[in-house]
């Protein structure tokens, strides 16, 4: 019982506060990821690390963020950048289109872009000030295509590794 116990509900909550402490020493954040929005490059219950973002000028498409948003309840949920202020994005047919070219998602698995959720979006383009991030996993992922365009204070921070 005491084992369970401590294995459920104690030694969870000591690693998260020691890799707390770890991370805010070298300067990084670490967060577990909650669902499954990010799978298969991020899985849920995955503890990651990620830089502090300083300077948002330096948001490039691609890159996988941590956004801290009030439309997750402040959570911090880790998205991919498809396109930043001024760009052009639509998704049709499963495929991404930023500026009129079609973009390749190594990242993506078939099985989990299969949806009319996931298959097409746009045409929209970028405002200033915002930036455009979908999950990997689309066809559970709320993101840009639900919520629109996450403005660029609301992302907090770059992905660097799982933990």
């Known amino acids: 019982m005491i084992v369970k116990i401590y294995n ?7 690693e998260k506060f020691i ?3 770890k991370a805010r ?7 577990r990821v909650l669902g499954g929005n990010m799978a298969p490059t991020l899985k849920r219950g995955q503890l990651v690390r990620f830089l502090p973002l300083h300077e948002k000028k330096n948001i490039a498409g691609g890159e996988v ?3 801290q948003s009030s439309k997750y309840g402040n959570d911090l949920v880790p998205l991919r950048i498809v396109a930043v202020a001024g ?3 639509e998704l ?4 991404l289109y930023v500026n009129c070219e079609v973009v390749f998602e190594h990242y993506l698995k078939e099985d989990f872009t299969g949806s009319e959720y996931s298959s097409s979006y746009g045409p929209s383009v970028v405002p200033p000030g915002f930036v455009f991030a979908l999950g990997d996993c689309r066809d559970v992922s709320k ?5 629109g365009p996450f403005e660029t204070n609301e992302v907090v921070g770059k992905v660097i590794l799982p933990v």
């Open 65 to 67: 963020v941590v956004i």
């Open 8 to 14: 459920h509900l104690i030694f969870p909550r000591l």
């Open 92 to 95: 049709v047919d499963s495929k």
């Open 143 to 147: 993101d840009s295509r639900y919520f």
């Open 87 to 89: 760009d052009k994005i």
């Open 19 to 21: 890799y707390k402490i």
């Open 25 to 31: 020493r070298q300067g990084y954040g670490t967060f």
